[in-house]
T-cell receptor, first 113, second 116 residues
Framework: ETGVTQSPTHLIKTRGQQVTLRCSSQSGHNTVSWYQQALGQGPQFIFQYYREEENGRGNFPPRFSGLQFPNYSSELNVNALELDDSALYLC????????????FGQGTRLTVV | AQSVTQLDSQVPVFEEAPVELRCNYSSSVSVYLFWYVQYPNQGLQLLLKYLSGSTLVESINGFEAEFNKSQTSFHLRKPSVHISDTAEYFCAVSDPPLGGSEKLVFGKGTKLTVNP
């Protein structure tokens, strides 16, 4: 049974650019949630995808968008990057839209310069 | 909306000493509660969770947490810490409390540093 994998592990982007982060969910999990963890802060919920549909969204602007594919992997896209978007982005997968069995990936460290 | 307060941002202790990391949450109704651990440059690992039943929950590596509904607290304790316990610990609550498209609401974290 594979765990949750995220790619890339690190990347550096310039302000105004666009970025795509990827997440492969754990085998058997049909739900993916994305969180942003700024330096020195706890993770904050961005949105959740359940069976390829957005199933809840946190307080993030529309330039944060996502996709879930038929194999339940997911992408997080951020347009018009701002310096404050620099953070660790965490993906969590679960068997159903519930947090009680969520497993997190190692995260993608995004630095915007 | 749910919120979580971790009362200590940093906790330094000596090896083999006991430790308590404090967590309070905002809801007055039943909730699911979690403690996660994050080692440097890594993601989150679930340490333990309270869903229902016994108010004392334990992890496999000696940590325990007690759900206290009247005080809306879920403090994490370990009677004797090891150097390897050095990490950041996050308390989290499910939102909405027990259903729907749940998300986790996290506290700001407590950095536990175990010194020799």
């Amino acid at each position: 049974e594979t765990g949750v994998t995220q790619s890339p592990t690190h990347l550096i982007k310039t302000r105004g650019q666009q970025v795509t982060l990827r997440c492969s969910s754990q085998s058997g999990h049909n739900t993916v949630s994305w969180y942003q963890q700024a330096l020195g802060q706890g993770p904050q919920f961005i949105f959740q995808y359940y069976r390829e549909e957005e199933n809840g969204r946190g307080n993030f602007p529309p330039r944060f968008s996502g996709l879930q594919f038929p194999n339940y992997s997911s992408e997080l896209n951020v347009n018009a990057l701002e310096l404050d978007d620099s953070a660790l982005y965490l993906c969590a997968s679960s068997p159903g839209a519930r947090t009680t069995e969520a497993f997190f990936g190692q995260g993608t460290r995004l630095t915007v310069v | 909306a749910q919120s979580v307060t971790q009362l200590d941002s940093q906790v330094p202790v000596f090896e083999e000493a006991p430790v308590e990391l404090r967590c309070n949450y905002s809801s007055s109704v039943s909730v699911y509660l979690f403690w996660y651990v994050q080692y440097p440059n890594q993601g989150l690992q679930l340490l333990l969770k309270y869903l229902s039943g016994s108010t004392l929950v334990e992890s496999i590596n000696g940590f325990e947490a007690e759900f206290n509904k009247s005080q809306t607290s879920f403090h994490l304790r370990k009677p004797s810490v090891h150097i390897s316990d050095t990490a950041e610990y996050f308390c989290a609550v499910s939102d909405p409390p027990l259903g729907g498209s749940e998300k986790l609401v996290f506290g700001k974290g407590t950095k536990l540093t175990v010194n020799p």
